[in-house]
Nanobody
Framework: QLQLVESGGGLVQPGGSLRLSCAASGFTLDYYAIGWFRQAPGKEREGVSCIRISGGRTNYADSVKGRFTISRDNAKKTVYLQMNSLKAEDTAVYYC?????????????????????WGKGTLVTVSS
């Protein structure tokens, strides 16, 4: 059974950086897409980015494009989200999720991952 565990969250000042990790166990990720999502208090869950494990194609929400970078280490079965130039509005619980995908392009629509595997999240707080 595929399991995902997020780590790397914490408190950071505006303009700072964090790198989140999403470690997978139980299955090889070759046929999966991994998405990163976030949910701020009182707000709906928002898709942030995704990566197709095979081929490495990525996709980003406009709100993070140019600031966040998603990558993967297939040997470690881990997907990373490098977050730079963080803003207060990036404060949220960040989740990763996995779905099997056959298409060339991944999606970061949370609805597409409704039947996928989710981690439990890691809290990112951007505050001075």
């Amino acid at each position: 059974q595929l399991q995902l565990v997020e780590s790397g969250g914490g408190l950071v000042q505006p303009g700072g950086s964090l790198r989140l990790s999403c470690a997978a166990s139980g299955f090889t990720l070759d046929y999966y897409a991994i998405g990163w999502f976030r949910q701020a208090p009182g707000k709906e869950r928002e898709g942030v980015s995704c990566i197709r494990i095979s081929g490495g194609r990525t996709n980003y929400a406009d709100s993070v494009k140019g600031r966040f970078t998603i990558s993967r280490d297939n040997a470690k079965k881990t997907v990373y989200l490098q977050m730079n130039s963080l803003k207060a509005e990036d404060t949220a619980v960040y989740y990763c999720a996995a779905i099997i995908t056959w298409g060339p392009i991944c999606t970061y629509s949370s609805g597409s991952y409704s039947k996928g595997t989710w981690g439990k999240g890691t809290l990112v707080t951007v505050s001075s």
